[in-house]
């Protein structure tokens, strides 16, 4: 990883997803890290230097609405990454904000989205 390049951790169970995600980024800056779990998540977070987690709300082990919160509340987590919730089954923009309150999310990611709508809320917050 460069000095410049931002590290994302992105967390899904759909290995489909991820390997989308990992083509929209190949030409980006971006180093691009995975997990499928959100306990696997949360490891990750805790060891390494991630400056945003983009992470799928229905996830196994913790899910992705409470591993948000957890990140955003853990005091051993010291560096706290911006946090962008993807939902396919969660769609409506009540939910959306009501999700951003309730778990701290950063931000939030209507599935399916384009290569230029992610690009786009990861320059936004990072």
Known sequence: MSETSKRILVV???RDMLNLINTFLKDTDYEVITA?????ALE????????????????????GFELCKKIK??????RKPKVIIMSAVYKSLKYKFDTMK???ADDYLVKPFTK?????ILKKHL
């Open 36 to 40: 499928r779990r959100g306990d696997d």
């Open 116 to 120: 230029e709508q992610l690009l786009e």
């Open 73 to 78: 509340e853990s005091d051993d987590i010291p």
């Open 102 to 104: 309730a778990y701290k």
């Open 12 to 14: 899904d169970d759909d």
């Open 44 to 63: 990750i977070i805790r060891e390494n230097k991630v400056d945003l987690a983009l992470i799928d709300g229905l996830i196994p082990q913790i899910h």
